[in-house]
């Protein structure tokens, strides 16, 4: 159910890791370092785990690195393995249903961006291998103001970035500690199941929740104008 305070947004920034973009190389890498492909799972969550309690003290530290210690404390590999799998991010493609959501919105006239607190240059990479880059405006990476979603600040500086006010925004994304964070923000939040199959109920309700991406977005542009 969505709220009716709720409008039409004029700016949908997506979430890239899994949300946008299919982690299926870096999965490949594993089993290639001699490691279950289900280990991912384990070392995404640590990777997050990381993050997340270094913003909570006020602290900050990189993606790849949390990602690196999170393998380190998971899988007995060398440095060098270590990095291998965390390079493979590079090799990201997106999920056969983003080019026609993206293209959903742009003919719609709504504005696209990408937003994560990933690595820069892997959303770009990954966009650009699938063909969708024309279709989205900017990629936005919160390691420039070092800080990590869900925290407040990357929502609002996202908005900023873009010269709209947050409650223009919406944010899209499979996971929904990043749908809270944007909707405590003052975005409309859209969940859909990727890894996750149901929205957590601990976060209370989401604006928009949808079987897949296209109903995400189709949700979002059945929002009244403002």
Known sequence: MTPMTRARPEVVAFDVNETLLD????RAALVEA????SLL???FARTLLTGFA??????WCRFRDAFDDALAQEADLSADRRAAVADSF???APHPDVEPALRRLTEAGVRVITLTHGSPGVAEAGLERGGVTPLVERSLSSEVIRVWKPSREVYVWAA???DVAPERMALVAAHGWDVQGA?????TGAWFPRSERIFPTVY???DVVAADLAGAVDALLALPPR
């Open 54 to 59: 270094a913003a909570a003290v006020g602290s």
């Open 41 to 43: 799972s384990t070392v």
């Open 90 to 92: 590079g090799e990201l």
């Open 204 to 206: 209370g309700q989401a």
């Open 183 to 187: 909707q405590r923000a003052g975005l």
């Open 23 to 26: 982690l299926a190389p870096v």
């Open 34 to 37: 001699g490691e279950p492909e």
């Open 160 to 162: 900023g970035s873009c």
